[in-house]
């Protein structure tokens, strides 16, 4: 059985002091919440391929959810 771990956001976080550029977060995103993670800290975005390939993220309701804030 595989263990999803995540983004390593502290690292996104070093980059985002250090640079004024939009930032798409990738290499991880393992579920819903990760993406609404991505959300808060105001990165650009983020790829959520190998999730979304093995349904562990449903993203149309993480779209409706998205769209409420």
Do not use: Q, T, W
């Not at 930032?23 to 819903?32: P, Q, R």
Request: proline residues 1%; contains cysteine; aromatic residues 12%.
């Amino acid at each position: 059985m595989e263990h999803y771990h995540g983004p390593n956001f502290n690292m996104y976080k070093n980059i985002k002091k250090g640079a004024n550029i939009n930032i798409i977060v990738s290499g991880g995103i393992k579920d819903a919440e990760n993406i609404f993670e991505v959300k808060k800290l105001d990165y650009y975005g983020c790829i959520v391929g190998k999730a979304y390939y093995e349904k562990r993220i449903d993203l149309a309701e993480v779209i409706k959810c998205l769209e409420k804030e």
